[in-house]
């Protein structure tokens, strides 16, 4: 038998992340970051109505653990 390797035509990734309400808005609020690929290779973003923050670090964060995850799908190799 032949072998075969698996072709990947599309891959989206994505990553939401929620929190309550603050003090100028009584809604939810949630925050996605996903990848998109339109054939170049993957480009990174962001979509959200509302998402309120006063620690930078915080947002960094998500956008860390975001690259983490996303990092561990591009490194497995298809069989």
Do not use: Y
């Not at 860390?64 to 298809?78: C, G, T």
């Amino acid at each position: 038998m032949e072998d075969r390797k698996t072709c990947l035509l599309s891959q989206e990734f994505q990553m939401t992340f929620t929190q309550d309400a603050d003090c100028c808005d009584s809604r939810s609020q949630f925050l996605t970051i996903k990848t998109e690929n339109g054939g170049g290779g993957d480009f990174f973003v962001i979509e959200t109505e509302r998402w309120a923050f006063d620690d930078i670090p915080e947002l960094v964060n998500m956008l860390m653990r975001f690259q983490a995850k996303h990092n561990l799908i591009k490194s497995k190799e298809l069989e």
